[in-house]
């Protein structure tokens, strides 16, 4: 089956770097996505890979890894407005999305 | 402007009751989605169209009917509704179907609480 695993929950300081892990095993592979979801709010576009390597946007860094199935979201400089949901989303052979059941952040000061 | 738009935000309802959600979107955008995200923060396809044309069905009980009466709208008619029913439902809208690098915009949500 399909299935994309993430910690459901993580604590880290203000200021600090945190890593999200996420790994998948899809039928097919053709991109990976993070969204960020705060408390009560939509999702929103974070980062696309679709090939292996890092893609650097700002303090926010997505890590991709194809024939390990794996991806990571790399904060760095948290701040407090960082706490929210990480999901990670996978798009499968048939071009359908494939969610995680997120990882919650939590920012301590 | 708000690109993609769903009213209501919030819906309360009792159980056995009829309830509509509707979504727009001014992206100019292919394709439009329905997700569930129940308590556990899971989101979950339900349907989407593509240039008004369902082409995603989950399994989804038939008590639940999308309408697209042109792109830009997405409505949700669910019918008989159940206490299991409750959760926040989010439309969304892509470029595209069929692309990897097919970025999601999603609405705000709607609340829907079966009493």
């Known amino acids: 089956g399909q299935n994309i695993d993430q910690p459901t929950e993580m604590t880290a300081t203000e200021g600090a770097i945190v890593q999200i892990n996420c790994t998948y095993q899809t039928s097919g592979f053709n991109g990976l996505f993070w969204y960020q979801q705060h408390a009560g709010e939509a999702p929103t576009f974070l980062s696309y890979n679709v090939l292996d390597g890092l893609e650097e946007k700002g303090r926010f860094s997505s890590f991709l890894s194809r024939s390990k199935g794996y991806s990571y979201l790399l904060l760095k400089e948290l701040q407090m407005k960082d706490s929210a949901s990480y999901l990670c989303a996978v798009i499968g052979s048939n071009y359908q999305l494939i969610w995680g059941a997120g990882t919650k952040l939590i920012i301590k000061p | 402007d708000t690109a993609v738009s769903q009213t209501p935000k919030y819906l309360v309802t009792q159980m056995g009751n009829d309830k509509s959600i509707k979504c727009e979107q001014n992206?100019?955008?292919?394709?439009m989605y329905w997700y569930k995200q129940d308590s556990k923060k899971f989101l979950k396809i339900m349907f989407s169209?593509?240039?008004?044309?369902l082409i995603i069905n989950e399994t989804v009980p038939n008590r639940f009917s999308p309408k697209s009466p042109d792109k830009a709208h997405l409505n949700l008619h669910i019918n008989s509704l159940e206490l299991g029913d409750s959760a926040v439902y989010f439309c969304?809208?892509?470029?595209?179907w069929g692309s990897g690098a097919n970025v999601l915009t999603f609405g705000a949500g709607s609340r829907l609480t079966v009493l």
């Open positions: 969304a809208s892509s470029p595209v």
């Open positions: 992206l100019g955008h292919d394709t």
């Open positions: 169209y593509n240039n008004k044309e």
